[in-house]
């Protein structure tokens, strides 16, 4: 791993040469012209423009050349720290550059103004490509490659971090690279850094109960921006307000933003024709906000243990607070319109249709105990906000987990629930009806599988099983749907299906009863009806055990070594044969791969591969498309050991928290090609695939993120004894926030492969193993 991030530290500085030798190329010239009758520039402005770069070079250009050689010749003796401590003894260099930078861009600015020349040569400055790719020069400007010293200074302690992790306390290296290490930092601390304003805090004070219907913390989508509200559902009016910013030890204060009295309130509104444009936020940004949540969790739980003073907690509280609201700010992307009949309309976005249903709900049973309609003068306004500061009894984001502050008592379950959906009773007149399953993870519910619609019947009997992924999960939820097969009314108001819910519930997740390994079964009440189900759960210390399997000529549990060698193929046939049939039929179904497939089916497909069963390929044609995706992800969870094998697990995980963006590259794409033949083949196969589904993302919801979360953990997860993750017998079921980061990591190494544009295979053997038709 020490070659690998030295190999990545090495790709990097011969990009920042190549960078830096742009910006000298035109130095040489510009002096050489202005000593003539027509100068471009005059001298001063030249070495105000390009002062310390060359100095700056060759202290790069030393260190490359010293350290190349080394590489090339590795064994596990080689010292490098020499060359790191001299480097960073020469950081004085930057300094000097770094006073001046804002001049020497000023100074350009001025001068391309004053001189065309001058502005088409600083346009067009060409960087040797460092990669062996057709268009051998990029162009940049002078402005870009000016800033390049300034970003490469501040990132010098991050490429020290990275190699301090990989290098053994007992190496002579360690000292040398701790010294640099110290060096750099002392140089960094020294030259002020920006900071940037901290985002305002939302911290709620307890308010003591009135008559207050409902209020929950809304995002408001305003103009196309997201908005965080306080809404608060009064009996005979909906009041949206904003918290203000709090100055200096002034109390709580709401503004209010509108309100509608419940007489006028309606839901839909026969002029909005036109489609709501929802701003979505990439994911990537949504599981980055995740990871800090759980990394601010287990420092308030470390700092519990270790008894600190409350002000480090109270610290660590605010700072969970902001990433909290900056969460509930981002992630939904559901939206309930609201409007009033004598003027405008508003949109919230809600995070499950449990919620937005919940709402309409409770505002309609309202709406029925108001006839009056009024409007209230700016006083009585005033002083309805002001009382909202005591009414108040959401005080706390996101609103699932922090219960009055326990926001690290209760970690929830992390594992996989199997659920079967069996029958329904109760119903008054024969309907189409499916059901939907959601859970909560980091207080957001997403929905998780979909039964088949019963048509028609007041006793619909699903019996389908399905296993669902928790997260750190509290809560199920059940919906129950009637199908709309009215075509022309397909989509709604707020941009939906038309089905309709005709029942919701929800139970809690209770480690206690879950704790044992049998079934549950449990009953479901919503509005008169009755659902029975029945779960079982499995917590990740058992779910993590890859078991091989005990049938040598079966597949699932098999090396896929040993598969692939026997059926005399590059990937295996269940592979093939799983994602041709998806290509063929799923690529627009709604959730591939993240919706659960019925799990008798998928057992059924199993034991056909297992047993090498001739008609396997009939009865995956006629089967859901969606047990067919739980085959796949099934046959990899199984693997006796991950696609990117239990060797290999560590280096990833240390590849992908790399900071800097060119090693990283060079480090990921040497793994990558160091796995065995059959892994590599396989992996690049379903690579294609999974781009492929992406592509359809606007009809099948699923993104390159959404696909990464999903086979992240099933292509990574090691077997359980080289986990990271610790194992405490006393608490088998809630694990908690070190499984939550591994997930992350596992998530961001899949993401990153989809994310390349291309994967350069380096070697001829590679070549035909990639070209090869017959896989």
């Known amino acids: 791993m020490r070659k690998w991030v030295l190999s990545g530290i090495l790709a990097s500085e011969e990009t920042y ?16 012209a202005a000593t003539t009758s ?9 070495e105000t423009i390009f002062f310390k770069v060359p100095e700056l070079y060759e202290v790069h250009k030393e260190f490359y050349d010293g350290l190349l050689p080394r590489v090339q010749q590795w064994s596990h003796h080689q010292r490098v720290g020499d060359l790191f401590q001299k480097q960073a003894s020469q950081l004085g260099v930057y300094r000097a550059f770094v006073d001046n930078y804002e001049v020497a861009v000023e100074t350009a600015e001025k001068c391309c103004q004053a001189n065309t020349q001058f502005a088409e040569i600083s346009e067009n400055l060409k960087v040797r490509s460092t990669k062996d790719l057709k268009d051998q020069s990029a162009k940049n400007s002078l402005e870009t490659l000016l800033y390049k010293p300034v970003d490469r200074v501040t990132r010098s302690t991050l490429v020290l971090h990275d190699l301090l992790k990989h290098t053994p306390c007992s190496h002579p290296d360690h000292p040398l690279l701790q010294d640099a290490l110290r060096i750099s930092q002392n140089f960094l601390s020294s030259i002020n850094e920006e900071t940037t304003p901290r985002r305002q805090s939302m911290t709620v004070k307890k308010g003591e109960n009135r008559q207050l219907l409902k209020d929950s913390f809304m995002v408001e989508l305003v103009e196309g921006a997201r908005k965080l509200r306080h809404v608060f559902l009064f009996t005979d009016l909906l009041l949206c307000a904003k918290l203000k910013k ?26 909005e024709s036109e489609p709501l444009h929802i701003p979505q936020v990439p994911d990537e940004e949504l599981d980055a906000m995740k990871v800090k949540i759980s990394h601010i969790k287990s420092e308030i739980q470390r700092e519990k243990r270790a008894n600190k003073g409350s002000k480090v907690i109270e610290r660590l509280r605010k700072k969970l607070s902001e990433q909290e609201s900056l969460l509930l700010l981002t992630s939904p992307g559901m939206a309930l319109r609201v409007h009033n009949r004598n003027g405008k309309g508003y949109t919230f976005l809600m995070s499950s249709d449990y919620e937005r249903a919940e709402w309409k709900e409770t505002i309609r049973e309202q709406q029925k105990k108001c006839f009056k309609s009024f409007s209230l003068t700016s006083m009585e306004l005033q002083m309805l906000t002001n009382s909202c500061v005591k009414l108040q009894t959401v005080h706390h984001i996101p609103l699932t987990i922090n219960k009055e502050g326990q926001e690290d008592e209760s970690p929830g379950l992390h594992g996989f629930l199997n659920v079967i959906v069996h029958s329904a009773s109760g119903l008054k007149q024969s309907l189409n009806l499916y059901c939907t399953l959601e859970v909560d993870s980091f207080g957001y519910f997403a929905n998780k599988a979909k039964t088949r619609v019963y048509r028609y019947t007041t006793e619909p009997k699903w019996n389908e099983e399905f296993e669902i992924d928790l997260e750190g999960s509290q809560t199920l939820r059940l919906l129950c749907y009637e199908k709309s097969y009215n075509k022309t009314k397909q989509i ?3 941009g939906d299906s038309t089905d309709r819910i005709i029942g919701k519930g929800q139970i809690p997740l209770d480690p206690q009863t879950l704790q044992g390994k049998d079934w549950q079964r449990t009953l479901i009440p919503m509005n008169g009806i009755e659902v029975k189900l029945s779960m079982k759960f499995t917590s990740r210390e058992f779910s993590l055990k890859r078991m091989p399997s005990r049938k040598p000529m079966g597949v699932f549990g098999i090396k896929i070594s040993t598969v692939t060698k026997r059926e005399h193929s590059k990937v295996p046939y269940i592979v093939r044969q799983c994602l041709e049939e998806i290509e063929r039929r799923g690529m627009e179904e709604v959730g591939i791969y993240r919706v659960s497939g019925v799990a008798t089916d998928i057992q059924a497909l199993k ?8 008609d396997v390929s009939v009865m995956m044609s006629e089967m859901d498309v969606n047990a067919i995706a739980g085959t796949l992800k099934l046959y990899f969870r199984e693997l006796p050991e991950p696609l990117f094998t239990d060797d290999l697990y560590p280096n990833f995980a240390g590849g992908i928290a790399l900071s800097d963006s060119v090693a990283k590259e060079s480090c990921m794409l040497n793994l990558l090609l160091s796995l065995p033949e059959p892994n590599l083949v396989t992996f690049l196969f379903l690579l294609d695939h999974l781009k492929r589904v992406a592509d359809k993302e606007s009809i099948n919801k699923m993104s390159l993120h959404n696909l990464a979360t999903v086979f992240g953990p099933t292509l990574l997860r090691p077997a359980e004894k080289d986990s990271m993750i610790p194992t405490n017998p006393t608490q088998p079921i809630s694990m908690g926030d070190s499984w939550s980061l591994e997930v992350m990591s596992q998530v961001q190494v899949l993401l990153y492969f989809l994310q390349l544009e291309t994967i350069p295979t380096p070697d001829s053997k590679r070549q035909s193993i990639l070209f090869s038709t017959e896989v």
């Open 492 to 494: 709604k108001e707020d």
């Open 17 to 32: 040469l190549s960078h830096l030798e742009a910006l000298l190329l035109p130095m040489k010239p510009l002096k050489a």
């Open 246 to 271: 709090q100055i200096g030890g002034k109390s709580q204060q709401y503004d209010s933003k509108w309100y509608i009295p419940l007489s006028d309130l309606t839901f839909q509104n026969a002029d």
């Open 607 to 614: 034991a056909a591969f297992d047993t090498n069963n001739k």
């Open 38 to 46: 027509q100068p471009v520039l005059t001298i001063p402005q030249i």
